[in-house]
């Protein structure tokens, strides 16, 4: 029996991406969808591209219209999630795609965010240690942010072995949709095709305390992470270079080793052929994540890269496969690990 | 039950186009995958992105690893479809995604391709008037070109209501996928990105007789077509902009019943609300097809836009739509009528 | 003696290409520049490839910190331009690169802008015939639009010659940059990179009545024009794809001929090699002009083709190449034919 | 009194450039154009942007017909240079910009490369400590590697300041003309839009020791480098995102003045104000480099970040600025600093 999903937030980036995989859902049917400064347009004007979607009317964000949903997907501004899942009741899987439930430590969140603390929720990268069992059964999942849903993924295993000194260096090159559908100057088409520009730079980026508290939890103890985020010149996708100081002992094969290890189970992790990098475009709409390592011996550097979709695995696939854990669906269900390329 | 396919030429872009689809198609089982001069290699090195394939390794294309497969896909350079499919015996559907079997004029083909007339399949675009029907029951398809869909289904409305002269401008922009995998200077990222161009100026470009054929069928007479192809900076899609003197007497609001009449069934093809126009992204990766037609009054010209995906509904996405009528599954079987955007 | 120069608008695209070539320009020295929304601000976090003059801080645009120069480029929206030339007094060059003054029938003029028309200056196209006269000595230029700078340069030559029918029809794609730098959601990188869209469809767009006046004019008498311009996935570059129905006795040779007299002694307009075809890739940056001519006898029309930087030639080299005519500079001077690709 | 250049490897991307910046070089005349497998076709078939020398013809690469030349630059397949250069005689300026002779250890060539070392010329990144006066009066120059010159440039001011520890990681993403004019299948259009992907990863790319050289002499000590480049979606440019561990006692002013006082005096090199970041972009065909650097506190990290054009800066425009030193040219001369963007 199909459960009802509704998405607030349907004319943003997040929002839609959440609805493509949702129609794509055997178990889900799409209910109410809201967007606040669009309500009252209908998605195909705002989403062309959700061609089943055409006719449907944005209403409002409002507890009422979100009501009667077994799921519902947020795609707020961050600082809106707490009211209203507040409001929706403890039964309703509330599946938060913004950064409001992601951090354990208040300090953390006042620091970057420069606001109250509004709790924790499980957190839905199932592939870390943990992770699945914090989602099963779950009616509340903070979906990682893009950023971190990469990084954790390329250094975990290093870290969970023991192989990684406690400080990671990362360079993320990112698709400009992760920057979000708000209109600014440097956004525009004009600004970014043919130009790579890093933001962010020396530590101030919002996902850099999620990396640290994810690396730190596989690393059993306080990993410090230099983050640098760079926009790339195409519309999804993350490129994830992180590198660690390797510990004494380690060689290419115990690092392999770790690797195979902690992602033989994964149906979405690619651990790629030793000789294959990670590319971006081979992961375009799919909830597929690829993952190499190498031990640059010369350096001393163990060098782990990741590549997602920002929207798919680093969003709203990431929140569908929680989702499917949580109200016990196959966890594949709905998803692909096709990408769609070239 | 499912069936069983085979694709000949698995290492290029139509090919690896016919596996992401098939790959999501409930009733069809992955069968041999050849590709001549990769023959011997992992898909997974070649389709980075057809992760569920990635351990497949790629077979020569000869008559016995094709042999008893219920369809063979045919991505092969234009010349070698014949063999291959004399071969297969009767029985095998087969699809060619090649040039050889769409023109039925001999002439045109020896004009454009040099080299003796192969003959004539059933013709994979089911829109087109009789489209469907000569699909039906056929063990043989000829896959359209991707511009002539484009083209075909953004004018033939038009000159099956009787609305246009016999004359037909296009211009139309296709990503680099249209031109192939294999390496050439002018197809290099450095060339190609942050650039326009034409190519195939003056009426030579192959898929201009089958463009006439199609529009000449619909119109009931021999329709001259301009058609000037270029290259556009994206890897995927087609923008075909169309256009054709208006008949005395045609209006706005004729025109725009005419093509609401044409399309009021089909479940690929969008006629957009009015105002608003067709835009690749919105159907990249996907099946569907989004048009829209407009009567410039003062040039007293009808204006018909359509964009598709080059390799989904302009080659693989129509092969298999076409294949599932052929075999009497549903039409849309795994199609999808969602573009991967932004 | 050099001649000082003010920039009205200085924040944007054409702005912005006026300043780039003005520093290049050994004859002038540059004075003032204005930006309304941005007065106050450095020049440097708005334009930051314009080293040189990364200190400059824009003023506001009034008559008073315009006075005193010898030339006042105004990138200013549509309708602004007449207030401030007037102030300027008779004796200052003011070279309008908007759209203000460019069309002679003020009822085109109010048809597409819907406002009353402000006059109509010295055309600033000197490869038109009688272009240059018209220029010489002049203290005022309107400044061509891009699309009609791409399209009668691509054009006229056939009509010049009485070749053509009086019917174009006209496809052309611009990069974004012709879409300007105020933020719009579809012209974000996300929307645009990978996609190709038409837009003012139908003979709306606001360019169409300026082909019309340079093309009748060539021609000797009234040319429709069907004009449908494509937003393209590039910053700068326009393609131009134009066609007309041939008229009797029309050969390639003749077509050829007529093309090579009418640039013949063109410092910017490359009339190409028969075989290659325009690429906006080739003039990115660049004042030069790419045209191509071909004739297509199955369909009966001429195919003229044009490849320009819609922000250089297009805009703000046309501008400086204009001035350099009115001021009795060569032609030339401080202008490139080079372009900078890959 | 103009000098004569001959350019070998006319045809590639690098000779290309050299011969964009040399058109505009008001001491430098060009002469012969050298190019193997294009030698007798014309230029304008192979580069058709440099307008001015579309009917130049390309020669073989022989010591007869580069004689008779005040300048020759070589842009050749590494391991050519040193015969060609043999020939010239010790009179001619040479101009390497392969790596032949940029490395002084001879086991750190033979490593990387594979074969005999050739020797060390005067290197040619004036900016570095010494630099300038290595190549005054020079007749032969080695032209850095494009990512040994973004790199250096980015982080040699904090190690000749001793702020920094002797371990460096840079993450750099190049444009594809880094890569080359040859056609191979992953540089296609199709393959790279859309995509980020890294290569060479774990210390195997050929630029490592150039930048392990240059480093290592501005600390005084062995630097390790940890360099992964990537391949981004743009036809030119380099970010390079570097960073070291911070000796105790730095902070954000004293790092500052670090990089102040090292481009105090430098034409090129643009320390960008406080708050802005380096964007590919705005150096576009420009000779200059933005760099900008932070003081991560909480991992103790100096993140400095460059960008550069590939081609301008990291080739051919290093080449020139070197060329200027050695003849006793202004160091600016035929140079720009103004990027072409958007």
Chains 1, 2, 3, 4 share one sequence.
Not at 97 to 115: C, H, I, Q, T, V
């Amino acid at each position: 029996m199909a459960v009802r999903a509704a998405v607030a937030g349907a004319s943003g980036y997040a929002g839609g991406e959440a609805l493509r995989l949702l129609l794509a859902h055997p178990e889900v049917e799409i209910g109410v969808l809201t967007g606040n400064s669009n309500a009252g347009q209908k998605l195909g004007a705002l989403q062309p591209h959700l061609l089943p979607l055409a006719d449907r009317v944005l209403a409002e964000t409002t507890p009422e219209v979100l009501a009667g949903h077994d799921v519902v997907f947020l795609a707020l501004p961050h600082g809106q999630s707490a009211a209203v899942a507040e409001q929706l009741g403890p039964d309703v899987l509330v599946v938060d795609m913004g950064a409001d439930f992601r951090l354990k430590d208040p300090a953390d969140w006042e620091k970057f965010y420069g606001s109250p603390h509004a709790g924790t929720w499980p957190y839905g990268l199932p592939e870390l240690p943990g992770g699945r069992a914090a989602l099963e059964g779950s009616k509340r999942i903070a979906v990682p942010g893009c950023y971190p849903t990469a990084v954790s993924l390329a250094l975990f295993p290093a870290y969970a072995a023991g192989l990684a000194e406690a400080e990671a260096v990362v360079v993320a090159a990112s698709g400009t949709s992760g920057a979000g559908k708000a209109p600014k100057p440097h956004l525009l088409g004009s600004e970014v095709m043919g130009s790579m520009s890093p933001y962010g730079v020396g530590g101030g980026h919002r996902h850099t305390p999620e990396m640290i508290q994810n690396l730190s939890a596989a690393a059993g103890e306080r990993v410090t992470v230099s983050f640098t985020p760079t926009l790339a010149p195409m519309p999804r996708g993350i490129l994830a270079t992180c590198s660690a100081s390797a510990k004494e002992g380690v060689t290419a094969e115990s690092l392999r080793a770790a690797y195979e290890k902690a992602f033989a189970d994964e149906p979405f992790v690619h651990l790629l052929p030793e000789g294959q990098w990670p590319a971006t475009a081979s992961v375009h709409g799919s909830n597929a994540v690829q993952v190499q390592v190498a031990y640059d011996e010369a350096a001393g550097r163990i060098i782990a890269i990741s590549a997602i979709d920002n929207l798919t695995k680093g969003t709203a696939g990431g929140a569908v496969q929680s989702m499917n854990i949580a109200l016990g669906f196959p966890e594949e269900l709905g998803l692909s690990t096709i990408g769609v390329a070239p």
